[in-house]
């Protein structure tokens, strides 16, 4: 089949890469010249596990290829997917789809034959029949270009592994026409067992919200109970065990922590409250608030926890480090990141703040000029008081304590992500913290 993606960034370009391995012939879209040029030499801007190797095979075959042209994907593709970015709009709450609707108008007047477009973008309940009814009055074809809405469901750092082998594919459609094309594009991803549900528009714009802030919620839960196991002397650890083992909750997505960031969720969980109050559905709103509010109140949380390991000292002057920039391991993305917040929040503190990351030293850089930063993880802390572990990232969890141990000013770490074995830390030295972990195991500095 031949296809096009609209849209190259986090989402485009994986599935672009992905859709050429399904054996489709692809072109890929994008308004920067600079990014395609990069992209057709095979060059991948984003960090995501074995997306080098797709675009590299890819496009050296001639399966795969970009341009700045949406002209050409018009006339080339028989099915166009949205991938542009739908980022949160002014007043906070809502998605901002200029760039769907951006790209409806440049792309549907030059659409003269039946064809399908395919949404993948994150957008609000009724944004399908809108995007509908604007491209049947721009498109020479009229209604005879029918319009899917097939939001994704990618963990960044997965993005790959989620497009190919995805746990489930949902289409929002109104035609048997527009079935059949879903079903083309998705062949050989259905014929390996993947379940398609086939929904109205409504349902699959509604769905992406429902899942992304499920799991906000899940992660909100879990936080609030760490924070009462810090006050009541419990363990954190012991209780997602406990409640993970029930087939009705499951561990999955409940990891204390100083909470979740990206370039989705935290959007994704707005405009979900946001279409709450609209929808006049009251109390669900106040429920999905309340998440975000805990959510939001997770950095104050840490900067608590790494006050008293300092013994409630002021933190003015204080040399900490801090192991994470990127939201999540696995990803080069900073956006809304948990870890730049808190090393932020430190540097106002008053503390000297260096950063480590395995990727994202340079995203982080051009986000957070103002903070120092290195790729070196045992020069990260040299003479530091304390090491701030803020990302997960494995090379974190399988460092090696005595090595660190022996370069810092004391060996202090607060695992503001519950991401260690504290055993063999603690046996080569270093005084452990973590969120919701018993007050005798988080033994404050003299």
């Not at 909100?220 to 065990?241: F, H, K, P, T």
Request: proline letters at 6%; aromatic letters at 4%.
């Amino acid at each position: 089949m031949r296809v096009s993606v609209i849209g190259c960034g986090h989402l485009g370009i994986p599935h672009a890469a992905a859709m050429a391995e399904l054996g489709h012939e692809v072109i890929g879209v994008d308004v920067d010249q600079a990014k395609v040029d990069r992209l057709n030499a095979g060059a991948c801007p984003i960090y995501e596990a074995g997306l080098p190797e797709l675009l590299t095979r890819h496009t050296a075959s001639g399966r795969l290829r970009f341009t700045t042209d949406i002209r050409e994907a018009a006339a080339f593709a028989e099915l166009h997917f949205l991938g542009v970015g739908t980022p949160i709009n002014s007043d906070g709450r809502s998605y901002d789809t200029a760039q769907v609707f951006g790209a409806i108008r440049q792309l549907a007047p030059h659409l003269d034959r039946p064809c399908t477009i395919v949404g993948k973008s994150t957008v609000s309940v009724g944004t399908t029949a809108e995007v509908t009814a604007l491209t049947h009055s721009l498109a020479p074809a009229g209604d005879l270009v029918d319009v899917v809405w097939n939001p994704e469901f990618l963990r960044e750092g997965h993005a790959v592994q989620d497009t190919l082998r995805p746990d489930r594919l949902i289409a929002g459609l109104t035609t048997a026409g527009a079935e059949k094309a879903i079903r083309t594009v998705y062949a050989p991803i259905l014929d390996a067992g993947v379940p398609l549900f086939v929904t109205d528009p409504p349902t699959a714009e509604l769905a992406k919200g429902a899942a992304n802030t499920f799991l906000g919620l899940k992660i909100s839960y879990i936080n609030a109970v760490a924070d009462m196991c810090d006050a009541a002397g419990g363990d954190i650890s012991q209780i997602v065990d406990i409640l993970g083992i029930d087939p009705r909750i499951g561990s999955g997505g409940m990891r204390p922590g100083i909470g979740y960031g990206g370039g989705c969720l935290p959007k994704d969980i707005r405009a979900f409250t946001a279409s709450a109050h609209q929808l006049g559905v009251t109390d669900a709103a106040a429920l999905l608030r309340a998440a975000e509010q805990i959510n939001e109140n997770r950095i104050g949380v840490a900067m608590d926890l790494i006050t008293r390991a300092l013994g409630n000292r002021p933190l003015t002057g204080a040399r900490v480090t801090v192991w994470g920039a990127a939201f999540k391991p696995g990803t080069n993305d900073v956006r809304e990141s948990p870890a730049l917040a808190l090393a932020h929040a430190l540097q106002q503190a008053g503390a000297t703040v260096t950063v480590h990351d395995p990727q994202a030293v340079a995203s982080a850089t051009a986000r957070n000029p103002e903070l120092d930063y290195t790729d070196d993880l045992l020069a990260s802390v040299d003479g530091a008081e304390l090491v701030a572990l803020a990302t997960e990232w494995p090379q974190y969890r399988h460092a090696e304590p005595q090595s660190l141990a022996d370069r810092t000013a004391r060996p202090l770490i607060v695992d503001c992500r519950t991401t260690l074995d504290p055993g063999p830390w603690r046996k080569a030295g270093w005084t452990v913290h973590q969120l919701g972990r018993p007050a005798e195991e988080q033994r404050s500095m003299p």
